[in-house]
């Protein structure tokens, strides 16, 4: 679906149906009278009646077919005081979903009539609603032939304003801000939904350096004997079981006016598949663990859109790419192998494998930068979704004006992130009898145990946060903003964090 912007006023607005978001017991007409205007029939239409405007109702109103503006669909907010953004973002979704169900082609959000919802201003809704109306459409359609009952999707949003003096150059911003951001989400969706046979770590590298030429920004890439002259040996560990190679993908954004700047730095997770080794998972819902490269996928999600906006920030991202695979070759429990930071890890568990792909990138980009921040985002543990259920990420930090940012910035974005403690005495749990470290933690704790693991090869002076997102990363039953499988949890908070200037 295309955005686009009519400019000329409510008299001149055109589109096969209108949207109108109302609050509980209010006249959408008094509230904004360019709705008049655009669409005069609305006053007499009698199922306006009917309308109460209660949370998720949805009103499907008709005027004569040959008009500009032949249809409204009303949308209920539920009561003015305790409208949310979230419920903002998922009332346009399910209207945007509902017009495609019907085969309505063009869509329009009239600007003027968000002035009197309580939430986030002009801009901000704006983006919201750009964004939700372009996720609702959201679909994974690269694997199978179109389906002959599941209609096309929309092809026009535009919004419409009141005059070209309102049509600012600040908002039409807010609304392409809203559309990137659905982009980056979308190539994120992409991504985690690929199958590995078809997405493992080369195929993935191959993808980030289309990408990476799209968009504008550096790319380059170790393969597995660049990762052993680097002395990775805790990446190539996980790898090994796998006719397929490690990868470390590097990625940067670095616009001339800062690129002296200290950059940030984002990594990564990018198991294109965790079978879980010879520590072998489970058969039911394995499938899942195609979207154990989810935080990669996100990572080249943002910075494709960093790119593509032109943000003026420095930021690195590297995507820690392996499968991990049983095998003749793979790593046994108790194997020892030495981190790139020249550390021993006694590999507990192969099914640990997260933390070891992700110790090296740490390695990696501690050694090559003077970062500002470093943060790592990734589907590392079960035990994460255990504590915080799938509607919370888990966030690490032992900066407290870090760990706000990122607070502030997922909330903002709808993508909620709990804080959780880097509590040291379970540091313990990490001894190992032969190595320097071990992998494997306990049960208890296991989320916990993990960040700590992470946190031990983390320069104490360079502000670093964690997020876990195994909770969180898949869609078990379809959502106005997301159908079934991986959502991208991620992408907007980290773009959000970094258009804001994080750090
Ligand atoms: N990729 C998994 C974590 C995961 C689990 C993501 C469920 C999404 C949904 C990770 O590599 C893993 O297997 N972690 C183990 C760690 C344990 C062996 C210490 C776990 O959580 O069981
Ligand atoms: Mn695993
Ligand atoms: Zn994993």
Redesign the pocket.
């Known amino acids: 679906m295309e955005l686009h912007f009519q400019n000329l006023g409510p008299k001149n607005w055109k589109a096969d149906v209108m949207l109108v978001l109302c609050c509980e017991g209010e006249d959408m007409l008094t509230r904004c009278p360019h709705l008049d205007t655009a669409a005069p029939w609305l006053a007499v239409a009698p199922a306006m009646r009917d309308f109460m405007g209660k949370i998720g109702e949805l009103a499907l109103l008709h005027g004569h077919p040959e008009l500009p503006v032949p249809r409204v669909l009303a949308i209920g907010l539920g009561q003015h005081d305790s409208v949310s953004m979230g419920g903002v973002r998922k009332a346009v979704a399910r209207a945007v979903r509902l017009c495609r169900d019907r085969g309505i082609d063009s869509l329009l959000l009239p600007e003027p009539a968000f002035f009197a919802l309580p939430v986030g201003g002009r801009e901000r809704l704006l983006e919201e609603c750009v964004c939700a109306a372009l996720l609702a459409l959201y679909r994974f359609t690269a694997l199978s032939k179109p389906k002959k009952d599941i209609p096309p999707d929309p092809r026009r949003l535009s919004i419409g304003f009141a005059d070209p003096q309102d049509s600012l150059d600040s908002v039409h911003s807010a609304a392409r801000r809203g559309e990137n951001t659905a982009g980056a989400v979308r190539l994120a969706r992409n991504l985690a939904n690929m199958p590995s046979n078809l997405l493992f770590p080369e195929a993935l590298a191959n993808r980030a350096l289309e990408v990476a030429r799209k968009f504008g920004f550096h790319y380059s890439v170790l393969d597995e004997k660049d990762l052993a002259r680097e002395g990775m040996g805790a990446l190539l560990a996980v790898g090994q079981g796998s006719s397929r190679p490690p990868r470390l993908i590097v990625l940067e954004h670095a616009p001339e006016e800062c690129a002296e700047n200290k950059p940030l730095i984002l990594i990564g997770k990018g ?1 294109t598949f ?1 079978t ?1 080794g010879i ?1 072998l ?1 489970q058969a039911a819902n394995m499938h ?2 195609k ?2 490269m989810t935080g990669a996928a996100v990572v080249l999600a943002v910075i494709a859109a960093l790119a593509g906006e032109n943000i003026p920030r420095r930021v690195v991202g590297l995507l820690a790419c392996a499968e991990n695979m049983p095998g003749p070759r793979a790593t046994r429990p108790g194997d020892v192998v030495t981190a790139a930071n020249g550390d021993t890890i006694e590999i507990l ?1 192969t ?4 933390r070891l792909a992700l110790c090296d990138a740490i390695t990696y980009a501690q050694k090559h930068w003077s970062a500002a921040a470093m943060i790592d985002i990734a ?5 994460c ?1 255990i504590a915080l259920g799938n509607e919370l990420a888990g966030l690490f930090c032992d900066n407290d004006v870090l760990a706000e940012r990122l607070c502030a910035a997922g909330g903002a974005c709808g993508e909620n992130f709990w804080r959780m403690p880097l509590w040291k005495p379970y540091a313990e749990h990490l001894k190992s009898d032969v190595a320097d470290i071990t992998n ?2 306990r049960r208890e704790g ?1 989320a916990i145990t ?1 960040a700590l693991f992470l946190q031990h090869f983390v320069d104490d002076a360079l502000p670093w946060a964690h997020l876990d997102i ?2 969180v ?2 869609t078990d039953k379809k959502t106005p903003l997301c159908p079934k499988g991986g959502n991208g949890f991620g992408a907007r908070t980290l773009l959000e964090l970094t258009r804001g200037g994080a750090f």
Do not use: P, Q
Not at 351 to 354: H, K, L, N, Q, V
Not at 379 to 383: F, I, M, N, Q, S
């Open positions: 198991i965790d879980g520590c998972k899942h663990m979207c154990d568990n099914d640990a494998e997260g589907t590392l543990t079960g035990a979704g494997m933690g296991g993990a195994a909770g990363d898949w």
